[in-house]
């Protein structure tokens, strides 16, 4: 009689042992959060430095945009803005060329989430140009993500020459830089991955982002400014490679259609306007 008790007891316990295990979420879908910040101005007053011989002297709006991306594993911000000492006044560039400007402290948006800079991990740019380097030395702590030739053109004598400010990311050098050869998944379950997609400078990259709610979500980098320069696969004038980019565009489209993600162009004014910015995240 004892002898069935027991049998009977272990039956009931392995069930609730099985029932347990399928119940409890599995472990392969880790809590990461995006954020959005809306890291400057640029107005840019003729376009068509974007789309040559398209739009010739019409002026144009674009946004900046920076990352947050929250994993169990570390925290990574991606592109850095304009710097915050630009402030809302602004001021140009390029011989006037552009007017840009800061209006919100890329470090009072961390600081309103509750994040302080020296708190992150890694730090990914897109490309050096200073539009996306610009807030990159608060992030002391950070480790700099960015493929072998982006490091070659931005830590060597020529760097201006590519439209790089290397007063921008000083903080950064060969110890506190990661260079890569491809593709990368920064924390190895496939969630968080730079994307090479060289053309826009020599090393420049994007990055894939599986949400667990929200889906896949590629961002651009300046593989693409605006929505009609990728309806005509249009490649801006001052890219330092044609070939390259549309190579990069034709093999990122592709990629879009394998994994169905949704592509958030960085520079893009009108689809900003519909994403949700910090404190607001997505999961
Ligand atoms: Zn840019």
């Not at 006037?96 to 990914?124: H, K, N, R």
Request: glycine letters at 8%; hydrophobic letters at 35%; a negative charge.
């Amino acid at each position: 009689m004892e002898s069935v008790n027991v049998l009977f007891r272990l039956a009931v316990l392995g069930t609730l042992l099985t029932l347990s295990a399928c119940a409890s979420p599995p472990s392969s879908v880790p809590d990461i959060k995006l954020y959005v910040f809306h890291c400057g101005n640029i107005e840019v007053r003729d376009v068509s430095v974007f789309s040559p011989g398209v739009n010739q002297g019409q002026p144009k709006t674009l946004t900046d945009s920076c990352y947050l991306i929250r994993h169990p594993k570390g925290d990574l911000i991606w592109d850095a803005g304009l710097a915050d000492q630009l402030g809302p006044q602004g001021q140009e560039f390029y011989d006037g060329l552009f007017y840009m400007s800061m209006p919100t402290p890329l470090l009072a948006q961390l600081q309103a989430i509750g994040v302080q800079p020296e708190d992150i991990e890694w730090l990914g740019l897109s490309h050096f140009h200073s539009d996306h380097t610009g807030n990159a030395n608060l992030f002391t702590q950070a480790t700099l993500l960015l493929q072998q030739e982006e490091y070659e053109a931005a830590f060597g004598a020529q760097a201006r020459e590519y439209g790089f400010d290397p007063d921008s990311y000083s903080q950064f050098n060969a110890d506190n830089s990661q260079p890569l050869q491809g593709d990368h998944d920064l924390f190895g379950d496939g969630r968080v991955v730079i994307k090479r997609a060289i053309g826009h400078t020599p090393g420049h990259q994007m990055l894939y982002l599986d949400m667990p709610k929200s889906g896949p979500i590629l961002l651009s980098g300046d593989l693409y400014h605006f929505t009609s320069n990728r309806e005509h696969q249009r490649v801006p004038s001052f890219n330092f490679s044609k070939e390259q980019t549309l190579d990069s565009m034709k093999h990122m489209e592709d990629f879009i259609d394998r994994t169905g993600a949704q592509l958030w162009i960085q520079h893009d004014k009108e689809q900003n306007a519909d994403i949700r910015h910090a404190p607001a995240f997505y999961q």
